[in-house]
Structures are given as C-alpha cells and as structure tokens.
C-alpha cells in the first residue's frame, strides 16, 4: 500500500488526475492512497496568510514557514514513516533512478511550493529531499508533485498490471525505449517495420535494441555513458552467473 500526503495551497488542483486511468485503479483497488491537505488550514491568523515578503527585499513573496510545518506535523503524526519531499527548482534532479530509488518507501508527504518558493527553513530542516522535476521553472510544485507520484507510483510492485512492460521502459535500461507499432499494418501508406511481422523473435529483439540505441545516440548521447555501464555490469553479472 501507497500513502501520499499532498500539502498544496490548490487542493482543487488535484481534484481529476486521480479520477481516471491506472491511479483510479489503484485507489480503487486499495493500492494506492492519496490525501490533499490546504497548507492554509494550518495558518494561524484569521486571513489564512501563507506567504510574507523575503527578508532582504526582492521581488514577490515567499511562503511562510509556521503553516507548512504544522501541515508537515499533522501528515506524519501517524507514525508510517514518512519520506518527506519539498518540491522546487534548485532542488536534487529527479530521474528515473531516483524514482526507484524512491519505490523503497512506501509513505510520502508532498510540499507544493508557489510564489517565490518556500522558506529556506522548510526543506533545511523539515524535509528529506529537496527535489526538482527540470531545468525549467513552474508557477506550483503541484504539476511536480503529480509527476513524482505516478513515476513512483509505477514502480511499486501491483500498481502497474503488467509488470513486465516496466522492464523495456525508457530509462530502465539506461537507454530511450525502442519505437512501438499496432494495428493497422498500413497507415496512410505507411508500413510497420517488416522485421515486427517476421513473428522472428531473435530479430525483433535485435532490431528492438539497435532502434533503442540508435535513438538515444540521436536524441539522448547524455545517457549513453550511463547505459554504458548498466550494460558493463549486467555482463559482468551475467559472467559471474556463468562461472559460479
Ligand atoms: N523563485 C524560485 C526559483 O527561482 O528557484 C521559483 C519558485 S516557483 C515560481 C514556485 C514553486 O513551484 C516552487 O516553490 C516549487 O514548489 C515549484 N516548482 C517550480 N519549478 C519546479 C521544478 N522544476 N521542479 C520542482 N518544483 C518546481
């Protein structure tokens, strides 16, 4: 089972993601839970204020801290062991191996950040990781929150039904995923590769992991030296498997 706790100024935000798809299922399905709590609910005064202006000037405003660490509080007060992940630009890159690095826990709280970002204090002090879905800057970390809780999500053994489609995916290998085709053989005069229809499944897997490296040299050379060593060391594996 799944625990995600979303603190989030925009709860309404998050009203359909979980109403469709694989999270509809899972939460159908008791796999997978998913609480969203108004960081303004824990602000003290009577105008539920969460942002202030930042100490040494500067533009816009900056969240408070007081409302996000009773929020944060509140969500692990039921003692399950919580990984506590504050959303924001300068944070840690968030990948793949980091997800399945993170498909170990099983309990999350979510900090959604907006306006100029969140007191220093917060991820300093309040959090275990200080994470960033890009190179590029949102107006929220709600759409990141979202991204992280269905990458992870997807890694966790009975999210996903068919879990052998996760092996071929991009990233897990290393390496982009290699093109797909289905019906119809023909689509508007073009064909699917022949080899697909050859029912050869030596030359399929072949012709799978050429496209697939053929690809990421062309789109991704930045992850070849990565795939290079998953491949180094799944031989190395694969010879230590043979001699023992
Ligand atoms: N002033 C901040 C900066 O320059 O680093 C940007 C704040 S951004 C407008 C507001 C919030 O959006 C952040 O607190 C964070 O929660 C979220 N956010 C924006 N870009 C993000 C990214 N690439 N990854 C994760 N969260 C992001």
Same mark, same amino acid.
Request: aromatic share 4%.
């Given at each position: 089972m799944l625990h995600f706790k979303i603190l989030t100024i925009f709860p309404k935000y998050f009203a359909?993601?979980?109403?469709?798809?694989?999270?509809?299922?899972?939460?159908?399905?008791?796999?997978?839970?998913?609480?969203?709590q108004d960081i303004r609910d824990f602000s003290r005064d009577k105008h539920r204020t969460v942002d202030d202006t930042p100490y040494?000037?500067?533009?816009?405003?900056?969240?408070?801290?007081?409302?996000i660490v009773a929020a944060i509080k509140h969500a692990v007060e039921d003692n399950r062991s919580y990984r506590v992940i504050v959303f924001s630009p300068k944070g840690k890159k968030f990948d793949q191996s980091a997800a399945r690095r993170l498909s170990r826990h099983r309990n999350f709280v979510l900090v959604c950040g907006r306006y100029e970002g969140i007191d220093e204090r917060v991820p300093a002090f309040?959090? /275990?990781?200080? #994470? %960033?879905? $890009? /190179?590029?800057? #949102? %107006?929220? $970390?709600e759409?990141?929150?979202?991204v992280f809780l269905e990458s992870v999500a997807r890694l966790v053994p009975g999210f996903v039904g068919n879990e052998e489609s996760l092996v071929s995916e991009s990233y897990e290998n290393g390496l982009l995923e290699y093109p797909q085709y289905t019906?119809?053989?023909?689509?508007?005069?073009?064909?699917?590769?022949?080899?697909?229809?050859?029912?050869?499944?030596?030359?399929?897997?072949q012709w799978?992991?050429?496209q697939s490296l053929k690809l990421t040299e062309q789109r991704r050379p930045d992850l070849l030296d990565a795939a290079k060593k998953y491949h180094h060391n799944s031989k190395t594996m694969e010879t230590r498997e043979?001699?023992?």
């Open positions: 359909s993601p979980f109403m469709d798809g694989l999270l509809k299922q899972a939460i159908r399905s008791g796999v997978l839970s998913v609480d969203v040494g000037g500067g533009a816009g405003m900056v969240m408070k801290p007081e409302p309040y959090a /275990d990781e200080e #994470l %960033s879905i $890009g /190179d590029y800057v #949102l %107006s929220g $970390g759409a990141a929150a979202l019906k119809p053989k023909t689509f508007e005069g073009h064909d699917v590769p022949p080899v697909l229809l050859s029912g050869n499944h030596r030359e399929i897997e799978r992991s050429e043979k001699t023992n």
